[in-house]
């Protein structure tokens, strides 16, 4: 048996498979990453500052029309569907296997894959809640254009993490104790730069890491097998 059916085995006889994804894995739902040398960060701002202090939360008290007018156009892809990555995983978990995935994405597209335990560390563009009474609303509740309010008048604020916030506890909890639990960990789409999600996987305590980013990260000698190939096709591969 070659490496990848010995590796294919390991993972299918896991008691629990985990999953840390970054923007790496939706950029084939044509959602663009943000670090990429295409990714969103490399583009020119149209708004005078970076499109990085944009997503600070200093910048979303300070300039709400700009920071919307960027949000709705530039971060929330609404017809966006699941691509190979999201349905892989999903599919092993129907097949029977135990798969907790911590993402560091904000499109609810594991969930639309249909993968039912998710820990969404950096929130989710289609929650919103009033910064004045904290009343909650989906995205289909509100006004696109603008700036939107809750009846009391509150603005209403995405709940995303943004620069300068922490990031939910109560995901984040979920997502070391899953670690903890897991036999395989599998890190994907994402640099591993960015902390303190890059940190999680120093808590996993099992017998295999596997890390799949089409560009090398900081982290790479840290992993037992290490794949710089498209991560959609070898998740299809690895979980098949």
Do not use: W
């Amino acid at each position: 048996m070659d490496e990848l059916g010995l590796l294919r085995k390991e993972i299918g006889e896991a008691r629990s498979l985990f999953f840390l994804g970054g923007a790496g894995v939706s950029t084939a739902s044509g959602i663009p990453d943000f670090r990429s040398p295409a990714g969103l960060y490399a583009i020119e701002s149209r708004y005078g500052v970076s499109y990085e202090e944009m997503l600070s939360r200093d910048y979303f008290y300070d300039h709400p029309q700009e920071f919307y007018e960027f949000f709705f156009s530039s971060m929330v892809y609404p017809r966006a569907k699941p691509n190979k990555a999201h349905l892989a995983l999903a599919d092993f978990e129907k097949r029977g296997h135990e798969v907790h995935i911590a993402t560091q994405n904000i499109d609810g597209l594991h969930r639309k894959a249909g993968s039912s335990k998710v820990y969404e560390l950096h929130g989710n563009v289609y929650r919103y809640y009033c910064t004045r009474c904290a009343r909650r609303f989906s995205y289909g509740e509100i006004a696109h254009e603008g700036v939107p309010h809750c009846p009391c008048g509150g603005i209403l604020k995405p709940e995303v993490t943004l620069y300068g916030e922490e990031l939910p506890q109560q995901a984040l909890g979920a997502a070391l104790r899953a670690v903890r639990e897991a036999d395989v960990m599998i890190c994907g789409g994402t640099s591993l730069r960015v902390y303190p999600a890059a940190a999680i996987p120093e808590y996993f305590m099992g017998k295999c890491k596997i890390l799949i980013n089409k560009e090398a990260t900081p982290l790479d000698p840290y992993f037992d097998y290490v794949f710089h190939e498209d991560i959609g096709k070898t998740l299809e591969a690895l979980l098949s």
